[in-house]
Structures are given as C-alpha cells and as structure tokens.
C-alpha cells in the first residue's frame, strides 16, 4: 500500500513537473506541513527548497487553511502564489494535502495556475 503509493505520488509530480520548462520543483505536504514527496528538475539551481524546513512548508499549509475558512463566503480556494525575488512558489489545494510548486519568472502565473489547477483537481488517484 506504501509503495503504491509512493509510486502514484511520484507519477503525479513528474506529470506536473513535465508540463513546463520552467516548473523547477513540487513538493507534496500533508495537512500538517510534513512534506509527502518532492521531485526537482536535475542540474537546476533550486530556490533552496531543499534547505526548507518544516516552518516554511507549515507556513504554506496555514495559507491554505486559512483560506479555507473563508470558502463559503468567497468559494474554495484554487491556487495561492507569491513572488520571490528569484521565482515564484504556488500553493495548491488538493483534498487534504497542499502541492507547492516553484518556477522561473519567466510564466505567465495565473495561465500556470489555471492549467494546473485544472490538472490537479481531475487527479484523483492519491
């Protein structure tokens, strides 16, 4: 059962991480902010989030959850996302568990953030 799902988890962020050149890392935190599983792109210089701890990721979830306590006055939350000085980090929902992905400046971030709204919401294996 583990590793059947480990496997589906890894399937599920390489699938996002191939959509786009520019996507360079998702990470799959449960609802605590422990991180599940992440995939990175080789040979990229990463936005340290290998050097995250469990506050940043804990920081991502409390974004969502917040939010989510706000869903029946303005509906469920799709996507959060913040530009840093080097990329930028979207946060998305999905079911319990919160996908952070990081890319390169060089997206559009609400096309990105739509498509892989899209995307993420019609997975349903994990």
Not at 65 to 90: E, T, V
């Amino acid at each position: 059962m583990v590793i059947t799902r480990t496997i589906k988890l890894d399937q599920f962020s390489k699938s996002i991480l191939d959509t786009d050149r520019n996507i360079r890392s998702v990470a799959i935190l449960d609802k605590t902010g422990k991180l599940l599983h992440s995939v990175t792109h080789r040979g990229t210089v990463q936005p340290s989030i290998e050097k995250w701890n469990d506050i940043h990721y804990m920081e991502c979830t409390f974004d969502i959850s917040m939010g989510a306590k706000l869903d029946d006055l303005y509906g469920p939350i799709r996507y959060h996302h913040s530009d840093k000085d080097d990329f930028i980090m979207f946060s998305f929902p999905h079911r319990k568990n919160i996908i952070i992905i990081t890319c390169t400046k060089k997206i559009s971030p609400i096309a990105f953030a739509t498509k892989t709204a899209h995307m993420i919401n019609n997975f349903k294996e994990f």
